[in-house]
């Protein structure tokens, strides 16, 4: 389904009815189908919204730069479009990047946090350098050249020895994206503030959770952004990387479902 938000067409979709509205943020450079795996399970219990940012999936992909606050910006839109007024965000490495602008914003809409392979910091030069060097590939080379340097970090060793297809899947979903968003979202990140200050003013329940061989955002930030979450519960998915929902989707789901009962449901 598209929706005009903000001038952009934006890719969305729900499932399910009841519970707490649980809103999937993606990754870079992936879109909404990479919460496939999440819509189908926890659509039973939690109403789920999983959105293409613009610059991917079935959004449209206006020149950038995105800021991650103007992500977070879209997201706010979608909601109104959607009639929807407290929600469960759940954003993955570049989607946590945006779940965090989201509650530096509009912190009353959010009744709980998952931040998930991501990190709170902004990028050290060098990480920034390589952005810059990455949108260069990307107009120089297109997409499969950035999804063919990117792949090999973002998923375990294990799961490419054991899960083929899921690779292949990961590989086709970045290629998908277009240049102008490939490039929009790097400069976007790049840019993006520190956010390591606003943890301990997250005032709501918070589950950090990361692949046990997260790459990009391994599992000791992983930890040091709980202890600085006043309410975090942190847990570490065996056996996975950077794509942690994807990579053990049971383990990942389970643990976001155990969460949400304890924490937003009730008991
Ligand atoms: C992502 O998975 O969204 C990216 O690894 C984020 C990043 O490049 O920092």
Do not use: G
């Given at each position: 389904m598209l929706a005009l938000i903000n001038g952009v067409h934006l890719g969305h979709e729900s499932r399910g009815t009841v519970g707490p509205v649980l809103v999937l943020l993606h990754a870079?450079?992936?879109?909404?189908?990479?919460w496939e795996p999440q819509m189908t399970d926890l659509c039973v219990d939690f109403r789920t919204v999983a959105l293409d940012f613009r610059g991917f999936g079935e959004s449209d992909a206006p020149d950038g730069p995105y800021s991650m606050e103007m992500l977070a910006d879209d997201v706010k839109g979608l909601l109104d479009h959607l009639a929807v007024e407290r929600v469960v965000l759940c954003g993955l490495s570049m989607g946590g990047y945006v779940a965090l602008a989201f509650y530096r914003k509009y912190r009353e809409l959010v009744q709980a946090l998952v931040l998930a392979d991501t990190r709170a910091g902004a990028d050290p030069p060098e990480v920034r350098q390589g952005r810059y060097q990455m949108m260069e590939i990307a107009r120089r080379e297109g997409p499969p050249a950035v999804a063919e340097r990117m792949l090999p970090r973002l998923l375990a060793p294990i799961t490419f020895e054991r899960d083929p297809a899921l690779v292949e899947r990961v590989r086709k979903m970045m290629e998908a994206a277009p240049t102008t968003g490939l490039v929009g979202a790097l400069a976007g990140m790049a840019e993006r503030p520190d956010s390591t200050g606003l943890l301990p003013q997250i005032a709501c329940p918070t589950l950090v959770v990361v692949g046990e061989h997260d790459a990009p955002a391994p599992p000791a930030e992983a930890r040091t952004m709980a202890e600085a979450i006043p309410r975090a519960r942190l847990e570490v998915i065996p056996e996975a990387g950077h794509l942690s929902n994807l990579e053990q989707p049971e383990t990942f789901n389970q643990f976001l479902r155990d969460w949400l009962y304890d924490e937003v449901v009730g008991p």
């Open positions: 870079f450079p992936l879109n909404r189908a990479m």
